[in-house]
């Protein structure tokens, strides 16, 4: 009987950590972060079009993480504001380039809030200007 | 005879940051930070064609020309680079919290290179130090090789900006009567037109008062 409410206890213990994770990594939870509704790949501005790739209106989304021309970023949820998310992000160019891991070490690292609405799949808007899915993946 | 020596010595010496847009040399010479130019903040534009875009920045277009001139990168080229960058020659092009300028200039870059990328003309002049630096790698007509020594973000960015720059260099190529056009922003202070973003038409452009 004991070893029963220890099973069913490390079970419920089980299901709510692989919860959190989900909803940490924007994991498909409903409950989860609302950015991985979003495809995986390159956007660029609908002001722009996909013939603007790779030039300033460009951005590209790696399932988890959004990042603006020439930047690589961490991007994490606001607790209790909806749409905010907190932008850590590095900017890289030609042979400066930099990668996810170098983002906690790096002091030129900068963080700055943003609001990103995912209006579906392949479009989102940050902070006002609208993007559009282009293809590929990063 | 010594005299002439020491003219000649300083004419060359002067030459040497000169370049056929002496319009553009001398705002060069501006140090104009981007906040100025764009007071309500860095966003996107829609570009246009790369005529209305000329039209529409001549200023920057003659620093681009005075600057490629300076560095040694074909103006085809240098021109190709910052429509594609900036969305047409665009101090406003960016974002609030990343690259911006002309010529998309980071700040690692800009210092490598001893500039400001936060200063338009140095900016510009920057972009221009990256570039040359990749032409003479890659040549003025490897587009990959260039967006991957300019660029440098990942294979699909790489991708779309080697075919945007390709595209408008091939019709800058085409078409001398744009690239003759690009020397057209005066050194006058009453000169207006560039910087949509920017302050509003009554005010005097601040490139020129800096």
Redesign the interface.
Known sequence: MTNLVLKLALAALLTTAVAAQAQVQGGGSTKGNPLSRLRPGEYASVKVGCAGLGGGGSASFDGRNLSGHYQVCKTTPIPGSANRYLQRCLEGQGANNHTLADIDTNPNASDDQQTIIVNSPTNFTIDGEQYAFCGGSP | MRRIGTLLAIVIASSALASQCPSGDALLMNNTPLRTLCPNGF?????GSIAQAMQAQPQNVSMITAAADQYGVPLHLALAVSF????GF?SC????????GPM??????GQ?FGFNRNINEQNIKGGMA?LSQ?VRSCGATNFACL???????????????????A?ADQQLTNDPSLLASACQGGCSPSNQGDFPNGPNDSTPNATLSA
């Open positions: 966003g996107q534009f829609a570009p594609h960058e900036s969305e665009n092009a960016g974002s609030n919290t990343g690259v911006k998309q200039l980071t700040v690692e870059t490598d990256l990749a967006a991957a020594r300019y660029n440098g973000s990942n294979a699909a960015q790489q991708a779309g900006w080697a075919r945007g720059v595209a």
